[in-house]
């Protein structure tokens, strides 16, 4: 269909899970690897081989991580799709760039949008970088602002709308709407595990059908974005 048609308006969304059931004669790697010229999404659950049944992606028989390499060999502009697009962090800490620093107000305005639109490691760099050329070493809330920036790009890919360290505490909301895809997938599933299990630093909370996640001793905000990822590590098992 897809070779008839040949319209780069026309993809595919695989859904890996269902090509490993009964009723795919072909395992999912091989329709990872016919389908991948013209993908747009993949779905990723897991299963036993017989029946689908949405299971977490490491509760089944199929080699995830497997495929995620075949997936990433076949498509490399291939991205994890995000339930939210944004996160609001607030702070007691000092993150800001210094008027001392930067004295145009304007560029200062220019510089902040710049950042805001950053959106990997790579760029963060550059962007850094562009700053110590221009105006000096990078002070300390400065730095501290661009981990502000890597922990919003955590929170999004976990899907917190909301982060707020103050007080050596990081409270972490979930998304407002409830009918939401997200708490039907397998990442809230893994985060709610990983912060009901008993004695873990991450502290589940629902308080008037608001659901948070709780964490103690942040000192600052890097402490804070380790602390995103240990729990993103531990919602994948």
Known sequence: ??????????????????ANTCASALPPENWLRACAPYLSHVHLHNNQ?????????????????????????LS???????????????????????????????EKIRLYRE???IADEERLSVFEANLRDRFGEV?????????????RWACIRLGFEKA??????????????QHSAYYKSDLFGGILKA???????????QNNNKLSVVVRNIKNISEATAALHELAEKAAR
């Not at 048609?5 to 890996?16: A, K, N």
């Not at 912060?195 to 909370?205: H, L, P, Q, Y």
């Open 1 to 18: 269909i897809m070779e008839a048609v040949h319209d780069p308006r026309l993809r595919i969304c695989l859904d890996l899970g269902h």
């Open 49 to 73: 081989g017989g029946r689908d049944l949405h299971a977490a992606l490491f509760d089944g028989v199929m080699d995830i991580a497997g495929l995620l390499s075949l997936l990433e060999a």
């Open 76 to 106: 490399p502009q291939a991205r994890p799709a995000a339930f939210i697009t944004d996160c609001q962090i607030e702070t007691d800490r000092e993150a800001f760039i210094p008027d001392e620093y930067v004295g145009s107000s304007t």
């Open 115 to 117: 950042l805001d639109n």
């Open 139 to 151: 002070p300390a809330p400065t730095r501290e602002l661009f981990d502000v920036v890597r922990m």
């Open 164 to 177: 707020i360290v103050k007080n050596g505490i990081m409270i972490l909301k979930f998304i407002e709407n």
């Open 195 to 205: 912060a009901t299990r008993a004695e873990s630093k991450f502290i589940f909370r």
